[in-house]
């Protein structure tokens, strides 16, 4: 087991009616001017925005509103909502929605204490010093940025889009608000993909290098299972708020890095994903639900027992001792089973990529100039055999 320091102050509020008392948490948590940060339509439509207003303004908050993210969230919004910030005063940033608008809420805070252009955070090599506080009230349980130190933003660059992230403490919301009944109106659609994306975040961690790690990996095994035993439960019926209440509180736990603490982790699944979500504007979790199966079977043979163990423990395939790879083999087809049931996407052609856009991928990946992954490296020929799996 590796040294590790884990502190995650994120204060979370779960359960039915937490968004209605968000201008109490803004408040306790020393915000007086707050920016209400949100996407397209869903949290207007469903009422959820009035809701929050409402709140805040019993609390007798102050707040400015700044709409219009989507999905991959884009720079230029990021820059709008800085300069709107800087000009209000704003103190407090809320994220209403899902992982693209705390991402752009991060990416703001980190921008408004900063002189410079927000992106050398991004491209730059620079770890913001401080940032603004910030919070959310979630509404698809997904990317686990209520509760992590990730920032993924894009940004045009010399006609590429660049789908980037940025990890550091500054990065850690003060507090989450996680009512899983504002997940009931996502789509089915992405209501998978957020599954798929929370299954990722505990599997980047599980294939690892690290010996002796168990109390981990069964942490790791216990939210997989759980989330095997949930999806059918949510894609069935939309309105099941046990399945959803915990699918939520998965979504935290996966990307919180309890998962990972004590281990070195890989990482490579989503960094391919990213270039697939940056060239065709795809989900993210329908990205990932292509491609960590096929670097599971590019990468298996490194550590076959593992991906065994994996199999045996989260899907229940029968160990196999003589024919590791047997077991190893049945663990990813049970794993592209259960996506594939709740709709999710397992090849190119099912996500509308093209296989002739491989040298793009590839090249925007700038795969020639570095390596991907840790459990096992990868080089140019690996990544292009798991475009092309
Ligand atoms: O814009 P609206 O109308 O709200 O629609 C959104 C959006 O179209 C919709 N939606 C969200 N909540 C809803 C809802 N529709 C109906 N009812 C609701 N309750 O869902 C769509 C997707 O939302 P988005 O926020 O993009 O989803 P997600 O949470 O999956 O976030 C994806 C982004 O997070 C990044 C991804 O790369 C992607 O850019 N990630 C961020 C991470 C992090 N910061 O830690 C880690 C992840 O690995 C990931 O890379
Ligand atoms: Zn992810």
Same mark, same amino acid.
Request: aromatic share 8%.
């Given at each position: 087991?590796?040294?590790?320091?884990?502190?995650?102050?994120?204060?979370?509020?779960?359960?039915?009616?937490?968004?209605?008392?968000?201008?109490?948490?803004?408040?306790?948590?020393?915000?007086?001017?707050?920016?209400?940060? #949100?996407?397209?339509?869903?949290?207007?439509?469903?009422?959820?925005?009035?809701?929050?207003?409402? *709140?805040?303004?019993?609390?007798?908050?102050?707040?400015?509103?700044?709409?219009?993210?989507?999905?991959?969230?884009?720079?230029?919004?990021?820059?709008?909502?800085?300069?709107?910030?800087?000009?209000?005063?704003?103190?407090?940033?809320?994220?209403?929605?899902?992982?693209?608008?705390?991402?752009?809420?991060?990416?703001?805070?980190?921008?408004?204490?900063?002189?410079?252009? #927000?992106?050398?955070?991004?491209?730059?090599?620079?770890?913001?010093?401080?940032?603004?506080?910030?919070?959310?009230?979630?509404?698809?349980?997904?990317?686990?940025?209520?509760?992590?130190?990730?920032?993924?933003?894009?940004?045009?660059?010399?006609?590429?889009?660049?789908?980037?992230?940025?990890?550091?403490?500054?990065?850690?919301?003060?507090?989450?608000?996680?009512?899983?009944?504002?997940?009931?109106?996502?789509?089915?659609?992405?209501?998978?993909?957020?599954?798929?994306?929370?299954?990722?975040?505990?599997?980047?961690?599980? #294939?690892?290098?690290?010996?002796?790690?168990?109390?981990?990996?069964?942490?790791?095994?216990?939210?997989?299972?759980?989330?095997?035993?949930?999806?059918?439960?949510?894609?069935?019926?939309?309105?099941?708020?046990?399945?959803?209440?915990?699918?939520?509180?998965?979504?935290?736990?996966?990307?919180?890095?309890?998962?990972?603490?004590?281990?070195?982790?890989?990482?490579?699944?989503?960094?391919?994903?990213?270039?697939?979500?940056?060239?065709?504007?795809?989900?993210?979790?329908?990205?990932? *639900?292509?491609?960590?199966?096929?670097?599971?079977?590019?990468?298996?043979?490194?550590?076959?027992?593992? #991906?065994?163990?994996?199999?045996?423990?989260?899907?229940?395939?029968?160990?196999?001792?003589?024919?590791?790879?047997?077991?190893?083999?049945?663990?990813?087809?049970?794993?592209?089973?259960?996506?594939? *049931?709740?709709?999710?996407?397992?090849?190119?052609?099912?996500?509308?990529?093209?296989?002739?856009?491989?040298?793009?991928?590839?090249?925007?990946?700038?795969?020639?100039?570095?390596?991907?992954?840790?459990?096992?490296?990868?080089?140019?020929?690996?990544?292009?055999?798991?475009?092309?799996?």
């Amino acid at each position: 087991m590796n040294n590790f320091n884990f502190h995650r102050p994120t204060d979370i509020y779960f359960g039915r009616g937490a968004e209605n008392n968000a201008g109490e948490i803004c408040k306790k948590h020393g915000g007086t001017k707050v920016l209400i940060h #949100f996407g397209g339509k869903s949290a207007i439509k469903s009422g959820l925005i009035d809701r929050v207003e409402k *709140s805040l303004t019993t609390a007798g908050l102050s707040y400015v509103k700044l709409g219009g993210v989507q999905p991959n969230p884009r720079a230029e919004l990021v820059y709008e909502g800085i300069k709107l910030c800087k000009k209000e005063g704003v103190d407090m940033i809320l994220a209403v929605g899902g992982g693209s608008v705390i991402d752009s809420s991060k990416a703001i805070a980190m921008g408004v204490p900063y002189d410079g252009d #927000f992106w050398d955070f991004f491209m730059g090599g620079k770890t913001p010093e401080v940032s603004l506080p910030l919070g959310s009230v979630l509404t698809i349980a997904a990317a686990g940025s209520e509760c992590s130190n990730s920032c993924v933003i894009d940004k045009e660059v010399n006609g590429i889009i660049k789908k980037k992230g940025s990890n550091c403490q500054a990065n850690v919301a003060k507090f989450a608000i996680m009512n899983p009944e504002l997940t009931m109106t996502l789509p089915p659609y992405q209501t998978a993909c957020g599954c798929c994306d929370i299954m990722c975040h505990v599997m980047e961690r599980y #294939f690892t290098n690290t010996k002796d790690v168990e109390v981990t990996d069964q942490l790791c095994e216990g939210i997989l299972r759980a989330m095997v035993a949930m999806i059918p439960r949510v894609m069935k019926d939309p309105n099941d708020y046990e399945a959803r209440a915990n699918i939520m509180w998965a979504s935290s736990l996966a990307h919180n890095n309890l998962c990972g603490v004590d281990r070195e982790q890989d990482w490579a699944s989503h960094r391919i994903e990213h270039e697939l979500s940056a060239l065709y504007d795809c989900a993210h979790g329908a990205g990932l *639900s292509v491609i960590m199966p096929a670097w599971m079977e590019h990468v298996m043979d490194h550590d076959v027992m593992r #991906f065994a163990q994996f199999a045996n423990r989260v899907f229940g395939c029968a160990m196999d001792f003589a024919h590791p790879e047997v077991t190893a083999k049945n663990g990813i087809a049970a794993l592209r089973a259960l996506w594939k *049931s709740a709709g999710l996407p397992l090849s190119f052609a099912d996500l509308g990529a093209k296989k002739e856009d491989i040298p793009t991928l590839l090249n925007n990946l700038g795969i020639d100039d570095h390596t991907e992954g840790h459990f096992m490296i990868l080089k140019r020929p690996d990544v292009e055999a798991i475009f092309n799996i």
